[in-house]
């Protein structure tokens, strides 16, 4: 704690704009549950109990063409990550940590240590576990192929957020770190008010929009504080009124808008929440048990379901910056078509439920099947090397037409539009 005449000392620095007292309030995330998976959710040959809430955003759409995450790097700020479960420690396919800071104990540690909280590495694992998790036939991860940056930000034991400069300095490590994608279920509004959330004013807000500008793709929960009908009232918390972050709301595995999900619009009457996944029953690891898994809800499990998404799109559209992935994912979420963007009036929805794989083959022609913006003599090849494969429409690499086969159809297909 400053005194005040240390506090006089820092306005008096010369780079020194402003000195700003350091909040405390309560994690958004304690009202989230910890439920059994629920029922008829049966493991299926690949994607095991995550296949419904995967497949409602079209990712295994992607997995399908190969782009499984592979060379993205997502950074997490979260809580605290166990990393015991088996769907992490898969002989064949182990979790990939590339790095990870505590931010409260100042050390290299972001699992359990002398000392936590027994709740302090739950919220963490289990978002990790929506992205990373690879166990075929029982869990897997949005984006199991890509590489993780972990931050331990989140001070459980006081049941109080931690300073939101953890939250800064645990992004800037994640930057430094080469991520491509950042993702944080954490959020703060218990010492803003709704006119604070207007994009330039929270502290985590404006680290927010600084790393979106630096080019990494951002993603929050909206919170988890409801909605109503009336546009003119905001549920949502910081940093989700940051610019370019993508603030994400919660639908369940129909589709329909999750009661708890927050509405915007922000202060100054921008779109908020912008994108949907599923965040009602979301399924991941159990963060104690290294076998079991759990039926979660929160916007705080929509969002990394969109993380890992986003890390999918960039590795199939290296061509994509923040603007572009953005415009992609609005373009084509459930609320658009052929006529352009619909996005919900009532500030609930945004743009809608997420479609991975169109916002990943957006511009693109469809037998342009490695999405370098040229049908030619390499997707040729790669036809031909997928050809006579079979499988569900959509899902059968080099199926351009969509029958569930890789034969002439297809390489006609393919001529027309070389």
């Not at 918390?237 to 619009?265: E, K, Q």
Request: with cysteine; proline share 5%; hydrophobic share 40%.
């Amino acid at each position: 704690m400053a005194t005040p005449k240390q506090i006089e000392a820092l306005r008096e620095l010369p780079d020194c704009t402003h000195v700003e007292a350091v909040g405390r309030g309560r994690a958004g995330w304690q009202d989230e549950q910890e439920l059994p998976p629920p029922e008829g959710w049966a493991a299926s040959i690949s994607y095991g109990a995550a296949e419904p809430q995967l497949t409602q955003i079209d990712i295994p759409r992607l997995h399908a063409r190969g782009y499984t995450g592979t060379g993205m790097v997502i950074g997490v700020l979260d809580s605290g990550f166990n990393r015991v479960h088996e769907a992490f420690n898969n002989p064949a396919h182990p979790l990939r940590v590339i790095a990870e800071w505590d931010f409260i104990n100042n050390d290299g540690n972001t699992g359990i240590q002398a000392g936590d909280n027994s709740e302090q590495h739950k919220h963490g694992t289990w978002i990790l576990g929506t992205m990373g998790a690879y166990l075929p036939g029982s869990m897997m991860g949005g984006a199991y192929d890509a590489e993780f940056v972990l931050c331990k930000t989140e001070d459980v034991p006081t049941e109080t957020p931690i300073e939101e400069d953890y939250y800064v300095a645990g992004l800037e490590f994640i930057e430094a770190r080469g991520a491509d994608v950042a993702t944080s279920s954490l959020g703060y509004i218990d010492w803003y008010t709704q006119a604070d959330l207007n994009g330039h004013t929270a502290v985590t807000t404006v680290a927010v929009n600084v790393a979106t500008e630096n080019g990494v793709v951002c993603c929050t929960a909206a919170g988890n504080a409801g909605h109503d009908a009336n546009p003119t009232t905001s549920t949502i918390i910081a940093p989700a009124d940051a610019y370019n972050v993508l603030t994400c709301g919660a639908v369940d595995i129909n589709g329909a808008i999750v009661g708890f999900s927050s509405s915007g619009p922000t202060a100054d009457g921008r779109l908020k929440p912008e994108i949907l996944a599923c965040g009602l029953n979301t399924v991941s690891v159990n963060s104690t048990n290294v076998t079991g898994l759990n039926g979660l809800s929160g916007t705080s499990l929509s969002t990394p379901l969109v993380a890992a998404a986003a890390a999918c799109i960039l590795q199939a559209r290296p061509d994509y910056g923040v603007r572009e992935i953005r415009e992609a994912l609005f373009a084509t979420a459930s609320r658009s078509d052929a006529a352009g963007l619909h996005p919900d009036p009532l500030f609930v929805e945004g743009h809608g439920i997420l479609r991975a794989y169109e916002a990943a083959i957006r511009g693109r022609r469809t037998a342009d099947l490695n999405l370098d913006g040229f049908v030619n003599g390499i997707d040729l090849g790669l036809m031909l090397g997928a050809w006579g494969q079979t499988g569900a429409p959509g899902f059968v690499f080099g199926d351009v037409t969509l029958d569930g086969l890789v034969a002439g159809n297809d390489l006609g297909t393919l001529l027309g539009q070389w």
